[in-house]
């Protein structure tokens, strides 16, 4: 069993910068593939950011792409979210998760491991 934990989130004015982390616990960190994804009020959870295992591939979604960077630890079990230029619209509960398998997804349902989430306000 894996567990994930978030943690950074907050509340933060439009084109600020927020940093989430999540740390792992439970199974060897560096042989997850690890992700983000969020889920905004009314809205389907959505994939935020991947990295693989070790780091040579990260995928992200275009409405984050060239803000966002996803990035891990293996010594520190530890995946991280950089997320600047932020706007209202990244408002959401962020989630990491985690993927036994060694491909690299986009899609939640590939997941294993979920965290509780971690709640990011970005106020206009």
């Known amino acids: 069993q894996v567990q994930l934990e978030e943690s950074g989130g907050g509340l933060v004015q439009a084109g600020g910068s927020r940093r989430l982390s999540c740390a792992a616990s439970?199974?060897?960190?560096?042989?997850?593939?690890m992700g983000w994804f969020r889920q905004a009020p009314g809205k389907e959870r959505e994939f935020v950011a991947a990295?693989?295992?070790?780091?040579?591939?990260?995928y992200y979604a275009d409405s984050v792409k060239g803000r966002f960077t996803i990035s891990r630890d293996n010594a520190k079990s530890t995946v991280y979210l950089q997320m600047n230029s932020l706007k209202p619209e990244d408002t959401a509960v962020y989630y990491c998760a985690g993927r036994q398998e060694r491909v690299t997804s986009i899609h939640g349902d590939e997941y294993d491991y979920w965290g509780q989430g971690t709640q990011v306000t970005v106020s206009s």
């Open positions: 990295v693989s295992r070790g780091s040579w591939v990260t």
């Open positions: 439970g199974r060897t960190f560096s042989s997850l593939v």
